[in-house]
């Protein structure tokens, strides 16, 4: 059985960091590309960040570029989003994400298409 188990979400002021991870069981995630996605009261699920099985490439929304950084131990395997410089409008549940990557991918195929889902962790920012 497939398990993505995020942990690390919580309540912080603006300005703020938070890590969270995403614990991998149940099919070789080490050669899944990985991503995080999140939602927001009354919005659509919206693209946050996501990197390749080898860790050698990733991606982030602009809204995050700059702040949040995403990383991976395939050992684990888990992978993580620092948050840093934490804004109100990044209050969310935070999905992690996972599918099977490939050579011939496009930097847009990482930014949908995943196939496996974990629960979602609460992030709250405080002005």
């Known amino acids: 059985q497939v398990q993505l188990v995020e942990s690390g979400g919580g309540l912080v002021q603006a300005g703020g960091s938070l890590r969270l991870s995403c614990a991998a069981s149940?099919?070789?995630?080490?050669?899944?590309?990985m991503g995080w996605f999140r939602q927001a009261p009354g919005k659509e699920r919206e693209f946050v960040a996501a990197i390749s099985w080898s860790g050698g490439r990733t991606y982030y929304a602009d809204s995050v570029k700059g702040r949040f950084t995403i990383s991976r131990d395939n050992a684990k395997p888990t992978v993580y989003l620092q948050m840093n410089s934490l804004k109100p409008e990044d209050t969310a549940v935070y999905y992690c994400?996972?599918?099977?990557?490939?050579?011939?991918?496009?930097?847009?195929?990482?930014?949908?298409?995943?196939?496996?889902w974990g629960q979602g962790t609460q992030v709250t920012v405080s002005s």
């Open positions: 149940g099919r070789t995630f080490s050669r899944d590309a």
């Open positions: 994400a996972a599918k099977g990557d490939g050579p011939l991918y496009s930097s847009s195929d990482y930014y949908r298409g995943y196939d496996y």
